[in-house]
């Protein structure tokens, strides 16, 4: 599904991803760990398409075409998703008004009419169970005065209205207490089907204690110097991120 | 798929779809203002002799006085002598539908006001004004069961002097201001509203003002009377056709809302803004006030302003009845070369007076938005409370928003508030809208009328859709 061969990117001019390889396959959940600045958010930006992330070299065929083809809007439109670290305010409009128009982006795109009033409540009243949010939640300004909890479960949410093909967690843990963190992990898993895949971004291996990946790499420096399965991050977690920086920087595949 | 600051510039290059231009026949003053054309505009209009010495008082006065210098506007001196003071197409007074002319019909039907009964937006009744007169008010009938009078200014001078007489100037006095004084000079229509006692007007009432004829300027006068324990609402549109030369609009509004009674007036503005190069546009110098001259009455403003070279209009309010309430909400946008000196005046008079206001102001392109109000709360207004909030968002790094609030405090027991913030549009919240799968116009489109809401919900239903829209298509290509 996803395939990234040589992944250069600079932010500023500054040269933050230097060589990533990564193959993802639809039904997989990939986590991404590393240490602070290795480049893991440059990564989830990137593959969105963020203006100010420059790539510098090498490619990412996505459901076999160029990734870089497509714009932003192209891209969340043919199923990537990012759950945002820091879910952005909008005053005024309501959860509900950017969700309908964020699956009727995509239905249009796709040659669909749009989705009637009444069948788009039923599915959204159905979604939002999933991360446990009372309905008034639809009605409030999106990310308006949301607690971090609240805006990293809205995130959950908007992903499970949106069903994407190829969703990106970044650091979707972070901030979030123990009972909210199972919430989105939840979440997450409920979402987990054999055609859709993961890249789970996180600092900790705590959310993988909820969420199981098939896949685990960690990023350092810029590069992808370790894959294994889920049990590496266990002993990252007992070593350290120390542990993997004094291996040499292989260039290593799943 | 660019969202940086220059690419929001390219979104503002829509075309004004209602810059069309009716060709029919008229009867013209030629340019030029004296005594002479004031005289012949009450002639035309076979009105009482009050009405013919009204206006020469304040035509005399006018000459008195100067241009106001003190908004935050630029444009050439205003050669009125180079103006034409009067336009109507010529018919002799149509009544009925079929007397009017099918072009004008046709007109009023491409802008999206069909004046036929049987195709109006159900619970609407329409004042046409074509230039300088009204062509058809619908749904008379209807409103006269009801005891509601609507119709023309030029009608109610005819069929209700009294009632005319006895309001007209009451709240903008002839000499109030520069324009106020030209306005009432040579008016030549503009709708009539009387809302008897007890009475919930059943429909809401609209005038759609057109400007068609070219160098021709566009007075026109409405007044709106809701005696005691009547409801209205009105709304107002208008637009006109795109030409280089800038056309002069100098309108007067005046409310009176008696005990108890409730004014709601909406104003969708969308005159002609001008070109790219800031290229002709309607000037808009307009003067719109109320009085709450009884207890407990209420008038509320909501205006949204997205149209015309420049706007120099405050709506205001006078807070006479005890316990009165006023109201002021707007969204005003430039885009271009445009400028906008909008705001309101809320006049504490009487106990317990409440006013709100609250601007949500949108500069774009070359756009300058100015909000200016002031609240005045007199010794006599015990226990007067305001809010005020001003926000103003700026699209690209070429547009300029400036807040003056003014406040004259005499009564030590008020309280007043203000709130003012200026933000623009982050690469963030565009970012995270496009991610969403949004295209960067509609992600605009969507984050502005977020910024209006609060406005936006105060119009009434079909008519917010329609502000929505409006803002939508002048803002394509506003950035970028």
């Known amino acids: ?254 | 798929m660019s969202t940086s600051t220059q690419d929001l510039n390219k979104l503002v290059s829509r075309e004004y779809k209602e810059g069309f231009v009716t060709d029919i026949e008229a009867d013209t003053l030629p340019p030029g203002l004296s005594e002479d054309v004031v005289r012949a505009i009450s002639a035309k209009k076979a009105e009482p002799e009050f009405m013919l010495d009204w206006r020469l008082a304040a035509y005399r006065n006018w000459l008195t006085m100067q241009d106001p210098k003190w908004a935050h506007v630029h444009y050439p001196p205003i050669d009125f002598q180079a103006i034409s003071y009067f336009s109507a197409p010529k018919t002799d007074g149509p009544k009925s539908l079929d007397e009017v002319d099918p072009k004008l019909l046709e007109t009023y039907e491409k802008l999206g006001i069909p004046l036929q009964e049987q195709k109006a937006l159900a619970g609407v009744a329409v004042d046409a004004v074509f230039d300088s007169v009204s062509v058809k008010t619908t749904f008379r009938e209807t409103l006269a069961d009801a005891g509601v009078i609507f119709c023309s200014i030029s009608d109610a001078l005819q069929q209700h002097p009294d009632l005319v007489r006895q309001y007209l100037g009451s709240v903008v006095p002839p000499g109030d201001n520069y324009y106020a004084a030209l306005n009432s000079a040579v008016f030549s229509d503009g709708s009539f509203v009387y809302i008897p006692k007890g009475v919930r007007c059943p429909m809401e009432l609209s005038t759609y003002f057109r400007i068609n004829a070219m160098n021709t300027g566009q007075f026109e006068r409405t007044l709106i009377i809701a005696d005691e324990d009547s409801y209205v609402s009105y709304l107002e549109g208008c637009t006109a056709p795109m030409r280089d030369e800038n056309q002069l609009h100098a309108a007067v509004v005046e409310l009176v809302a008696m005990e108890n009674a409730e004014i709601k007036y909406s104003t969708v503005q969308n005159w002609y803004p001008g070109d790219e190069q800031g290229r002709g546009g309607i000037y808009n110098f307009v003067t719109k006030r109320g009085a709450c001259r009884g207890p407990s009455s209420k008038i509320s403003w909501t205006q949204v302003e997205t149209g015309s070279a420049i706007t120099w209009k405050y709506p205001s309010v006078l807070l006479e009845g005890d316990r009165s309430v006023g109201e002021f909400y707007s969204v005003a946008l430039t885009r271009h070369m445009q400028q906008a000196d909008t705001g309101t005046k809320m006049i504490h008079i009487g106990k317990d007076t409440r006013s709100t206001i609250i601007s949500k102001g949108i500069s774009a392109g070359h756009g300058q938005n100015v909000y200016r109000g002031l609240v005045k709360v007199l010794k006599s207004a015990h226990n007067a409370r305001n809010y005020s909030q001003c926000d103003s968002l700026l699209l690209g790094d070429r547009c300029g928003a400036h807040t003056f609030p003014y406040m004259e405090i005499k009564n030590p027991a008020a309280q007043v508030e203000h709130e003012a913030t200026t933000s623009k549009i982050s690469e963030d919240q565009l970012f995270y809208c496009m991610q969403r799968g949004l295209s960067e116009e509609n992600a605009i489109s969507m984050i502005v009328n977020g910024f209006c809401k609060d406005v936006f919900k105060k119009l009434p239903m079909e008519f917010a859709v329609e502000a929505q829209k409006l803002l939508d298509v002048s803002l394509e290509g506003a950035v970028g």
């Not at chain 1, 439109?77 to 995509?106: D, H, M, T, W």
């Open chain 1, 1 to 254: 599904m996803l395939s990234i061969r040589n992944l250069h990117a600079s932010v500023a001019g500054k040269p933050i991803l230097r060589g990533i390889n990564l193959e993802v396959k639809k039904g997989e959940v990939h986590a991404i760990m590393g240490p602070n600045g290795s480049g893991k958010s440059t990564l989830a930006n990137v593959l969105a398409g963020r203006e100010s992330y420059e790539v510098t070299q090498g490619e990412v065929f996505y459901r076999n075409s160029n990734l870089f083809a497509l714009s932003t809007e192209e891209r969340a439109c043919e199923g990537i998703f990012l759950a945002f670290q820091y879910p952005v305010e909008i005053p005024g409009v309501s959860n509900i008004y950017l969700l309908k128009a964020a699956v009727n982006a995509r239905r249009k795109h796709q040659g669909m009419s749009e989705m009637s009033a009444v069948d788009f409540l039923k599915m959204v009243r159905e979604k939002i169970k999933l991360v446990e949010m009372k309905e008034e939640f639809l009605h409030r300004a999106v990310n308006e005065g949301f607690s971090g909890g609240e805006k990293k479960r809205n995130e959950i949410l908007q992903m499970a209205v949106i069903e994407p093909t190829l969703a990106v967690l970044d650091e979707t843990d972070s901030g979030l207490d123990i009972d909210a963190l199972k919430i989105v992990a939840n979440g997450v898993n409920s979402l987990r089907n054999e055609d859709r895949a993961f890249i789970v971004i996180t600092h900790y291996q705590r959310l993988l204690d909820y969420i199981v990946p098939d896949f685990v790499h960690v990023l350092a420096e810029g590069k992808v110097v370790k894959s294994g399965g889920k049990e590496l991050a266990l002993e990252l977690e007992k070593q350290g991120y120390k542990w993997i920086e004094k291996e040499p920087a292989a260039e290593l595949r799943v």
